[in-house]
C-alpha cells in the first residue's frame, strides 16, 4: 500500500471519529434528547422543564440569551416533557432517545408556537393549532377524534390526562372509553396502563365519597388504615426524596401547620424504592407525621385504591370522607388548615 493511500485512509478513520465525536456531543448518539429554539420578544431570561413521567427530578431551567436556548438531557426511551413559560402557560414536548426538536416562535403568542424535529412533536404542534381559538367542549371533542384516528400515539396519554382527568371538570367515564381505545395499540405502554388504573381509581374515589378500605404499614413498624383515618382532618400525601416539588409540598405543609396551630394528620406515602432513603430524609427534617415506604414505587396497592398515581399527589379526608384531592402545591397548606 502506498504512502498516498495509507494516507488518504488514515484520514476517512479520522473524519469517521470526528463525525462520531460531533455527533455525541450534539446529543444525537442515541442517549440524548435536545431541545433548541429562537423567541421572539423574549431577549432574555428562563423558563422551565419537568416531565410527568418522573424522568427529571423536579424541574430543570432553561435559561434564554440572545432570544435564543438550548437543553440537552440523558434520553433511553420515549417520554413526555412539559415546559412553563413565565407567564405559567404550559406546552408538551414529546422526547426520543437521539433526537432533537426546535421551538421558534414569539414570547407574545406562545400558543402559536411552532415545534419541529419529530413527527410526534409536529402532529402536537398541528392540534395545538386547531384548538388555538376553540371552546373547552371543543376542545374535548377534538382530542377524543384525534385519538381515534391516532391510537398509536404517545399523545393522547398526554390529551387524556389534560383535558379529561385532570380538566375542572373531570370525565373519567370518557377518558377510560379513550384509554381502552389506545390499549388496543399500545399494549406495553405502562404509563397508559398506570393512568388506567389511576382512572377507575379516581372514578371510585371522588370528592363526597368514603375513603376505600385499604392498609399501610409505617417505617416504625405501626398499622395505617382508613379506620384509622375515620376522625379529623387527614392529607394524604405521595411524594419521594428525588422530586423536588413533592419534598418543597411538605415543606410548606409543615409551616402552616406549625404556624397556625392546627392538629391535623399527615400521611406521607414515598414512592422510593429505599425505606433507608425515606428514613434518613425523615431523620433530617423535622416532620413528626406518618412515612410509609413499601419500596414498590406506584405498584403500592393503597396507593391505587386511592388513585394516588402521581408525585406529587394528594388527597384531603375529614371524618373518613375524601373533601377534596390533587389540591395545588400552593393551595394545600391554607385548604388543610381552614377544615
Not at 423567541?39 to 423536579?58: A, H, K, P, R
Not at 434520553?75 to 404550559?90: D, V, Y
Not at 388496543?184 to 382512572?199: D, F, I, S
Request: hydrophobic letters at 40%; a neutral charge.
Amino acid at each position: 500500500m502506498s504512502f498516498l493511500s495509507s494516507l488518504r485512509k488514515g484520514s476517512v478513520s479520522l473524519m469517521a471519529l470526528l463525525a462520531l465525536l460531533l455527533l455525541a456531543s450534539c446529543g444525537e448518539d442515541g442517549h440524548h434528547f435536545k431541545i433548541e429554539g429562537r423567541l421572539l420578544q423574549m431577549n432574555s431570561g428562563e423558563f422551565y422543564v419537568y416531565s410527568t413521567d418522573g424522568d427529571i427530578n423536579g424541574f430543570d431551567t432553561i435559561k434564554v440569551e440572545g432570544g435564543r436556548f438550548a437543553f440537552e438531557m440523558p434520553c433511553e426511551r420515549a417520554m413526555t416533557l412539559t415546559i412553563i413559560f413565565p407567564n405559567f402557560s404550559q406546552i408538551p414536548i414529546f422526547a426520543e432517545p437521539g433526537k432533537t426538536v426546535t421551538i421558534k416562535g414569539d414570547a407574545s403568542h406562545l400558543k402559536a408556537l411552532k415545534i419541529k424535529g419529530t413527527k410526534t412533536n409536529e402532529l402536537m404542534s398541528s392540534f395545538r393549532e386547531r384548538i388555538a381559538n376553540a371552546s373547552p367542549p371543543e376542545i374535548k371533542q377534538y382530542a377524543a377524534q384525534f385519538i381515534a384516528d391516532h391510537p398509536e400515539s404517545p399523545i393522547g396519554l398526554y390529551l387524556v390526562r389534560q383535558y379529561f382527568v385532570t380538566a375542572p371538570i373531570p370525565d373519567y367515564d370518557q377518558a377510560a372509553k379513550l384509554i381502552a381505545i389506545m390499549r388496543a395499540k399500545q399494549t406495553n405502554n405502562n404509563q397508559l396502563g398506570r393512568l388506567e388504573q389511576q382512572v377507575k381509581a379516581l372514578a371510585a374515589t371522588g370528592v363526597e365519597k368514603p375513603l376505600p378500605n385499604f392498609s399501610l404499614t409505617d417505617i416504625n413498624g405501626h398499622q395505617v388504615t382508613s379506620a384509622s383515618l375515620s376522625s379529623g382532618v387527614t392529607v394524604i400525601l405521595v411524594w419521594a426524596t428525588w422530586n423536588y416539588n413533592s419534598t418543597d409540598m411538605m415543606r410548606q405543609l409543615r409551616a402552616e401547620q406549625t404556624s397556625s396551630g392546627k392538629d391535623f394528620r399527615v400521611v406521607a406515602i414515598s414512592v422510593d424504592a429505599s425505606q433507608q432513603e425515606v428514613r434518613n430524609y425523615v431523620k433530617s427534617n423535622d416532620m413528626p407525621w406518618t412515612f410509609v415506604c413499601t419500596g414498590e414505587l406506584f405498584e403500592t396497592k393503597a396507593l391505587q385504591q386511592l388513585g394516588l398515581l402521581i408525585v406529587p399527589g394528594n388527597m384531603i379526608v375529614k371524618n373518613g370522607r375524601i373533601v377534596a384531592r390533587d389540591v395545588p402545591r400552593m393551595e394545600l397548606s391554607q385548604k388543610a388548615t381552614s377544615l
